[in-house]
Nanobody, 119 residues
Framework: QVQLVESGGGLVQPGGSLRLSCTAS????????INWYRQAPGKQRELVAH???????NYTAFVEGRFTISRDNAKNTVYLQMNGLKFEDTAVYLC?????WGGGRDDYWGQGTQVTVSL
């Protein structure tokens, strides 16, 4: 059974930092591309950052320069380091692992971790 578990969310003041983790069981994350998404109340889910299985990364413009996605294959974990947090970063952050193969694509999702930026 495949599970993705996010952790590391919490309450932080503007300008603060958090590091989110996405740890997998049942799959080898090193074979998967990983996306971090976020969803704020009343808003659509939006892509935040992506890392492919070769370590190539890209970011949505609103987090570029503030967030860093990385992976530790030995720990079967992907991280999202978030610095310079803003009120508008408040959301549930979700991890998505995907693999594309000849017959299609498999996706797995975690349950999410809440990030709240507030005074």
């Amino acid at each position: 059974q495949v599970q993705l578990v996010e952790s590391g969310g919490g309450l932080v003041q503007p300008g603060g930092s958090l590091r989110l983790s996405c740890t997998a069981s049942g799959i080898m994350l090193s074979l998967y591309g990983i996306n971090w998404y976020r969803q704020a109340p009343g808003k659509q889910r939006e892509l935040v950052a992506h890392i492919n299985n070769s370590g190539w990364t890209n970011y949505t413009a609103f987090v570029e320069g503030r967030f860093t996605i990385s992976r530790d294959n030995a720990k079967n974990t992907v991280y999202l380091q978030m610095n310079g947090l803003k009120f508008e970063d408040t959301a549930v952050y979700l991890c998505n692992a995907y693999i594309i193969w000849g017959g299609g694509r498999d996706d797995y999702w975690g349950q999410g971790t809440q990030v709240t930026v507030s005074l």
